[in-house]
């Protein structure tokens, strides 16, 4: 199995130790967008959601989700996160709600999936709390923008990457 760093030399699943890794700034951005119809576009935008302030909620789900990542998928590190962040661009045109999730941390493993657990997470809760105005929404185009910071060094999504 070598080559997996989650795989120990009979092919059993094992958290990567990362004892020996250096401790240094980590820094990891994902994205994706929710497409939604006019009605909850409006809804969202104008703040006028019978369930409340979606964005708001959706930013803290997010977060939250984030800091939990450890929590949901397996032989993920429990990380202490300095910073995260959820901004959302509202996309008039297309009906479209984009969300970004940045992570940070000081440490020995990166933090990409808790960007994008981060996202994930975001765009159910704006699902969740719009449901009743349009079942139909549509998550999609998730991936990693961009990470900075340890042994594999800076990584940024090129157009060639680019759906």
């Not at 059993?12 to 994205?31: G, H, L």
């Not at 119809?37 to 809804?43: G, I, L, N, T, Y």
């Not at 999730?101 to 990166?110: E, M, P, Q, Y």
Request: charged share 25%; glycine share 10%.
């Amino acid at each position: 199995m070598s080559g997996f760093t989650h795989f120990d030399a009979q092919g059993n699943a094992i958290m990567v130790d990362v004892t020996d890794k250096d401790i240094t700034e980590r820094c990891a951005t994902a994205s994706g967008c929710i497409r939604v119809s006019r009605e909850v576009f409006d809804a969202v935008k104008g703040g006028t959601a019978k369930k409340g302030d979606v964005l708001g909620t959706a930013r803290i789900a997010g977060i939250m989700a984030a800091k939990r990542t450890w929590e949901l998928i397996p032989l993920c590190h429990p990380l202490m996160l300095t910073k995260v962040t959820i901004d959302f661009a509202m996309e008039e045109e297309t009906c479209t709600i984009r969300c970004f999730c940045t992570a940070k941390l000081s440490g020995r493993t990166g933090v990409e999936m808790e960007a994008l657990t981060g996202v994930n997470v975001a765009l159910l809760t704006i699902y969740d709390m719009c449901k009743a105005m349009d079942r139909g929404m549509e998550m999609g185009e998730i991936h990693l923008e961009e990470k900075m910071g340890g042994k594999s060094g800076h990584f940024q999504r090129t157009e060639f990457e680019k759906i």
